[in-house]
């Protein structure tokens, strides 16, 4: 996690793991082999089991385009993907991947470019939707999730009741008093942990 | 239900009820009943609040019976906001009491000499109409809790807010729910006005002495409901995420996607829309102590609603909508789920459409009446309406009037309603839609069956740009024929990718008439209405430059993904070339 230069572990109560779904939707980091295809981000780099991706995940963008080919490659160096189960409305079926609908969309899909290098990993956002974070959102908690440090500082400014349970910063653990310094001086990104309280 | 209620408020007098058989309207329901009487009976070039138009109250075709999801009310009328024909359809407990009280149908006609405020009683026992100005101005909040505290907690309420007095664009039918709160609303084109026009203050039922409507065939039909409800219940969509999140989840998709209208329709995307969404929203409800799954009638099974409570746990209002969310949200910029709510409940109680009130006070913010993103400002704007004050009655007749009063361009408005949650441009077949429905801008009126399914106009190439065309048609034939059904048109998801279920949903119609319907015959029925609406329109004087879309939205490309709207005039000029 090459920006991050500060850890904050937090420990909720499982009843309010959703909170930190909003975050999971507006986008964390992850690092991938540039040009890497949607399947391969899903499963290879972020762990998902093949069949839930298939199957679970109905709606897919790639830079805010709806995509129906999970062998497409990534391009570009800022790509954005976020992922959904299906979705209602017309706009829901419209986007849905290989929709009969799919017409409708008029702004067409990202069909993306043939990839030519693998070897070198490049930060790629990841959002993730409604079910999907509901149900991939507390392994990627657990594993921590790279988001911009201003992000965090206004989420945590709006749930003053989330106990910060340890915070780490330069390789050091510091108290949780510390958090308004750590995130201060965190640079512009930062990991956030989130585990379930025992 | 086989009977016609009409009530004629400018009878010598007083208000004269009487009941007739269903007659030339045998066989419809819901939307196919109200437009077959409005484009029977009703002159196209009346005036909308005139004592000739007027105002038809029907269920569908299986409300009143165990048919899941059946609870779905149509409100139609010629509509005071567009001018055309109107069909406004709504959930609560409406549909399911006036069904088994064996009403089709009522038709408020006439016009009272004077301004008059009356209610209405239907029971087993009859009908009575009387006067009572107590009534007047009152919210729908406090004249629910009014009629409770006279007839009791067993009733079912139909009723206009201060919009629907004033006779405003925007005004809207309220139906209350199970908990009896006025939250259930037929928003759409200013039906509520025309029952204001009539005098008509609330409409009281109460069922109780009445049963369950029974099936032709009992058996067939239990069956049929069953595999019906299991489709609702195994589907990704009808049984896990709207019951999970509400029709709000699309937040964060439509807004991905680019399309999800930004500062009265200017950008695709809105920063704050994480803080709004249906997952934002269902956790916040939740760790309230508020719900975050409930029904709005009876029979419901996919549960989409939920209870909006404040930060102490009391009851705000039900849980907003995708479109009142984006509406009073990011069309405004405004990123406050409580204060959305808020405005959620002021509207409910003013009796006012959600969507054109959010697109009037969005092109109020564009010209400069308060800033984007000033969540006060726009509460106060709303409170504006029902102190019926000028800069109210301006903002609750509509975003069109708005953009005329105040001299905006941009105003995102079809036939003069304003448009839905998805801009057109990014999703350019919804603008097909909106463009050429009968309705207006309207989302629902081309929802989502499986055209295929349908069989209609043939199969479609979804490649080809004329699929848009095509798929808008057939989605409009389909959504008609299901709005007649007073089926709730989610169900549409589970019929969209389940042969069985939309099988089961047949076999339910025709078990409980007796009946031998095809698919074949569902699109028959849906061509009839919409055939005879659109011929009223034309008798009222809407032609082709009608169905489109305001300029802006060819002229304006939009970001994120730059682009405007590319289908052609002569494509829209096809869609009803069937």
Redesign the interface.
């Known amino acids: 996690m090459p920006f991050a230069a500060a850890h904050i572990r937090l420990a909720v109560r499982e009843s309010r793991l959703p909170v930190f779904y909003e975050l999971l939707a507006a986008g964390f980091f992850v690092d991938a082999p540039q040009s890497c295809s949607i399947r391969q981000l899903l499963t290879d780099v972020s762990g998902m089991d093949a069949e839930y991706a298939e199957y679970r995940i109905q709606t897919v963008f790639v830079n805010g385009r709806a995509v129906d080919d999970f062998d497409s490659p990534l391009v570009g160096k800022d790509a954005v993907v976020a992922l959904s189960a299906a979705m209602p409305g017309l706009v829901g079926a419209v986007l849905r991947r290989g929709s009969p609908l799919g017409s409708m969309r008029g702004v067409g899909a990202d069909k993306g470019a043939p990839g030519t290098e693998m070897s070198r990993e490049v930060p790629i956002t990841l959002k993730l939707f409604n079910q999907v974070a509901a149900e991939l959102g507390p392994g990627f908690l657990a594993a921590g999730i790279r988001i911009p440090t201003a992000r965090l500082a206004d989420f945590l400014a709006k749930h003053p009741d989330l106990a910060v349970e340890a915070v780490q910063a330069g390789g050091k653990n510091r108290p949780a008093a510390d958090l308004p310094e750590v995130l201060a001086g965190a640079g512009e990104y930062i990991c956030l942990f989130v585990k379930i309280a025992e | 239900m086989d009977t016609i209620l009409r009530i004629n408020m400018g009878a010598a007098g007083g208000p004269q009820a009487r009941s007739e058989p269903l007659g030339d309207y045998a066989g419809m329901g819901g939307r196919g009943l109200t437009s077959a009487i409005i484009a029977a009976e009703v002159p196209p070039r009346c005036h909308p609040l005139g004592e000739d138009n007027k105002l038809v109250i029907a269920p569908g075709m299986l409300s009143g019976t165990k048919a899941a999801m059946s609870g779905r009310i149509s409100v139609g009328c010629k509509s005071p906001l567009t001018g055309g024909i109107k069909e406004s359809n709504s959930g609560g407990q409406a549909a399911q009491v006036l069904a088994r009280l064996s009403y089709a149908a009522i038709v408020l006609e006439g016009k009272p000499k004077e301004n008059t405020c009356c209610k209405i009683r239907i029971n087993t026992d009859g009908i009575s109409i009387e006067t009572d100005e107590s009534l007047h101005m009152l919210g729908n909040y406090d004249l629910v809790e009014r009629l409770k505290e006279a007839y009791g907690d067993k009733i079912t309420c139909i009723s206009i807010g201060q919009a629907g007095e004033m006779k405003l664009g925007a005004a809207s039918v309220a139906i209350t729910d199970m908990e009896l709160r006025p939250t259930r609303h037929a928003g759409r084109g200013g039906v509520g006005a025309v029952m204001g026009a009539k005098g008509v203050k609330a409409i009281v039922l109460d069922d109780s002495g009445t049963k369950m409507r029974e099936a032709v065939d009992p058996q067939a039909f239990k069956e049929a409901n069953q595999a019906f409800v299991k489709g609702l219940r195994e589907h990704?969509?009808?049984g896990?995420?709207?019951p999970?999140?509400g029709?709000n989840?699309?937040t964060?998709?439509?807004n991905?996607?680019?399309?999800y209208p930004t500062h009265n329709f200017s950008f695709g995307?809105f920063e704050g829309?994480?803080?709004i969404?249906?997952?934002?929203q269902?956790?916040t409800e939740?760790?309230r102590g508020g719900k975050a799954t409930h029904g709005c009638h009876r029979g419901c099974v996919i549960r989409?609603s939920g209870t909006y409570v404040d930060k102490e746990g009391n009851y705000v209002s039900k849980q907003p909508e995708?479109e009142t969310v984006w509406s009073h949200g990011g069309n405004c910029g405004i990123d406050d789920l409580d204060a959305i709510a808020r405005l959620d409940r002021m509207d409910d109680d003013f009796g006012l459409d959600t969507i054109e009130m959010g697109a009037a006070i969005g092109v109020a913010m564009e010209a400069g009446l308060a800033d984007f993103g000033d969540a006060e400002a726009a509460i106060n704007l709303v409170g504006e309406v029902g102190k019926g004050t000028t800069l109210g009655r301006i903002l609750g007749s509509g975003a069109g009037v708005v953009g005329r009063v105040f001299g905006v361009e941009r105003v995102p408005v079809v036939k003069n309603q304003a448009m839905p949650a998805?801009d057109p441009?990014?999703?350019?077949?919804?603008?097909?839609?909106y463009a050429t429905s009968t309705m207006g801008a309207d989302?629902t009126a081309?929802?989502?069956i499986?055209?295929?399914l349908l069989n209609v106009g043939g199969t479609?190439?979804?490649?080809?740009?004329a699929?848009?065309v095509e798929?808008?048609r057939n989605?409009q034939v389909a959504t008609a024929a299901i709005d007649a059904t007073g089926m709730c048109l989610?169900i549409?998801?589970a019929i969209?990718d389940q042969e069985e279920t939309f099988q089961a949903l047949i076999d339910m119609i025709n078990a409980f008439h007796g009946l031998n319907l095809t698919a074949d015959d569902v699109t028959a029925l849906g061509r009839k209405i919409l055939g005879m609406e659109r011929e009223f329109n034309e008798k009222a004087g809407f032609g082709k430059e009608d169905d489109r879309l305001p300029e802006f939205f060819r002229k304006e490309a939009f970001p994120?993904?730059n682009?405007t709207f590319?289908?052609s005039d002569e494509e829209l000029d096809s869609v009803y070339d069937f």
Do not use: M
């Not at chain 2, 991905?256 to 399309?259: D, L, R, V």
């Not at chain 2, 969404?277 to 934002?280: A, D, F, R, V």
């Open positions: 990704a969509v009808t896990q995420g709207l999970a999140y029709t989840v699309l964060n998709v439509v991905e996607a680019g399309g995307r829309a994480s803080r969404s249906g997952e934002t269902a956790e939740t760790s989409c995708y998805y441009r990014a999703v350019q077949g919804i603008g097909v839609t989302h081309g929802y989502a499986a055209s295929n479609v190439d979804p490649l080809k740009p699929g848009q798929l808008s989605l989610f549409a998801f969209l994120p993904h682009v590319a289908v």
